[in-house]
Structure formats: structure tokens, C-alpha cells
């Protein structure tokens, strides 16, 4: 079991910054990969980010050049800096662990953000 809790969201003009960060309950050394979803009104989830137990990262093409992935290791936090934010960046952002293999298995309770235009 991983209990994932999420931190950081809000309200932002665009173009502006935050930084969203997702505590595991348990050493996230142990957990394969992490990472986050989001998924806006009336929009299937979709994944935004990734990052591997070794450090590897993937970004979604939508985010990429504007989005870092990170973690530290000694604080079991998992973060995801957003910068130069757009209004379709809008929408409700979950943390993700997939334990073993490469889907999650574990999520959190998820974090608003909203981009003002």
C-alpha cells in the first residue's frame, strides 16, 4: 500500500508558476515509477509527467520545456514545477505511483489548478 498526498495547487495568472508536490507513505526508492496525471472538465485523464526510480523522465508534448518532473529520495516527495503556465494547463493534477511495472497503481486525492487568462 501507498497512500499519496498532493500539495501545491492554486490559482495562477498565465505565464506565472507553481510548484505541486505528492508525499508517499512509504520510501518512493521502492516504487518503480512516479509520476502525474491530470485531467480537466469534461477531459479523459490524461499523464503529464513521469520519473523513474533511476531518475529517467518523460514529459508529455504539451508540457515539455515547461513542465520539471523531480524527487527527493530522503523526503519520499515527488514534485512537478510548472512554469509559464496557459489556461488549458487548467485542471485537476494527480500524483501517481506504479509500484512494480508502468501503470499506476496507487493515487492521490488529486490538486486544483487553475491558469486565469
Known amino acids: 500500500q501507498v497512500q499519496l498526498v498532493e500539495s501545491g495547487g492554486g490559482l495562477v495568472q498565465t505565464g506565472g508558476s507553481l510548484r505541486l508536490s505528492c508525499i508517499a507513505s512509504?520510501?518512493?526508492?521502492?516504487?518503480?515509477?512516479m509520476g502525474w496525471y491530470r485531467q480537466a472538465p469534461g477531459k479523459q485523464r490524461e499523464s503529464v509527467a513521469a520519473i523513474t526510480r533511476g531518475g529517467i523522465t518523460t514529459y508529455a508534448t504539451s508540457v515539455k520545456g515547461r513542465f520539471t518532473i523531480s524527487r527527493d529520495n530522503a523526503k519520499n516527495t515527488v514534485y512537478l514545477q510548472m512554469n509559464s503556465l496557459k489556461p488549458e494547463d487548467t485542471a485537476v493534477y494527480y500524483c501517481?505511483?506504479?509500484?512494480?511495472?508502468?501503470?499506476?497503481?496507487?493515487w492521490g486525492q488529486g490538486t486544483q489548478v487553475t491558469v486565469s487568462s
Open positions: 501517481n505511483a506504479a509500484v512494480a511495472g508502468w501503470s499506476p497503481d496507487y
Open positions: 512509504r520510501s518512493i526508492l521502492s516504487i518503480n515509477s
